[in-house]
């Protein structure tokens, strides 16, 4: 007994040392990247589910990192929660974004917020700000947040999003159907836009159930005012569900990938507006 504790333990102890060094040589290496301006982001289009023309755009960060090679967003954003560098990420990225929206008319640009950044206390004055420093329209930048968020302290968190609501910013519940409590959410704040996760789309063409739950979110999204949007669209078939349940609109490799801001341009170019 006392020799299988020890080779657990060992195998425990070493498969953890790798994780933590990992961790250690990413959030290093996050300090330096942000110092070098190794951070970009890419854009997903999200069209319009019956027309297919695009409305927005969802921004997603990406780190091309010179010797690490690239990394994940999976990967960096939590290490950047941990080690504290999540603020300086979020504020490059809601910088580049609006940027990015100035260049793209008519088209709404989504950044994804995490708990942190948006209950750090300067946060709605730094969007304000932003926003009149770019000139960008409130209502074109949208604001994506997960449920997480709502996990620490709901009442303060609702406060935030009421006041970036009042700032004419949009704001969109992420991944909807993935956390937990998801309905008392939903009555107890009006987002603009609800984003069903990827996990039920895939699950629509295999899973008869998964078609009425889907259909019943948008029914109830529909009631209370919101917007959806299906996250993770790959095929045809998922596409021609999505459409017959009255799902808005649309975002996924189906469409499109996530793409640099040249290559979006281009993409847009060869489309009907
Ligand atoms: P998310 O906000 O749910 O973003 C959607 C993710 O799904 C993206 O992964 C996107 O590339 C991927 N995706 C889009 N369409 C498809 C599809 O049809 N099939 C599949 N398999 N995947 C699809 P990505 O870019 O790796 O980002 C992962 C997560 O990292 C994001 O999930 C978001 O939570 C976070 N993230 C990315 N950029 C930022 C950022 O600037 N700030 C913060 N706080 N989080 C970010
Ligand atoms: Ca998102
Ligand atoms: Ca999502
Ligand atoms: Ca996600």
């Known amino acids: 007994a006392k020799r299988s504790g020890r080779g657990r333990s060992v195998v425990y102890a070493s498969s953890l040392g790798a994780a933590s060094r990992r961790m250690h040589t990413i959030e290093q290496a996050l300090r330096e990247g942000l110092a070098h301006g190794q951070f970009e982001l890419h854009f997903q289009p999200k069209v319009d589910a019956r027309s297919l023309r695009a409305l927005g755009v969802e921004a997603l960060m990406r780190w091309e990192h010179p010797v690490l090679g690239s990394i994940s967003p999976g990967e960096f954003i939590p290490a950047a929660e941990r080690c504290g560098l999540i603020r300086e990420l979020g504020a490059l990225a809601l910088e580049h974004a609006c940027l990015a929206a100035r260049e793209l008319p008519r088209l709404s640009v989504a950044v994804n917020v995490s708990p942190l950044q948006l209950m750090e206390p300067g946060f709605v004055k730094s969007v304000e700000r932003m926003l009149v420093s770019t000139g960008v329209g409130p209502s074109l930048l949208h604001l994506e947040v997960t449920e997480s968020l ?8 609702f406060k935030r999003l009421h006041a970036l609501r009042e ?9 909807f159907g993935t956390g937990f409590s998801s309905l008392a959410y939903l009555r107890a704040f009006p987002f603009h836009t609800l984003k069903i996760d990827r996990s039920f789309v895939r699950s629509l063409t295999e899973h008869s159930d998964a078609r009425a739950i889907v259909n019943t979110i948008v029914q109830m999204a529909g ?3 919101m917007r959806t949007v299906a996250e993770g669209v ?6 021609a569900i999505i459409r017959s349940i009255r799902c808005h609109e649309v975002q996924g490799y189906l469409v499109a990938r996530p793409m640099s801001l040249p290559k979006l ?3 847009l170019a060869g489309r009907p507006i």
């Open 265 to 267: 341009k281009d993409w």
């Open 150 to 157: 709502m996990m620490e302290d709901a009442q303060a968190a």
């Open 234 to 239: 790959e095929t045809e078939r998922e596409l």
């Open 223 to 225: 009631v209370l005012g």
């Open 167 to 175: 700032l004419g910013v949009h704001v969109a519940l992420d991944d």
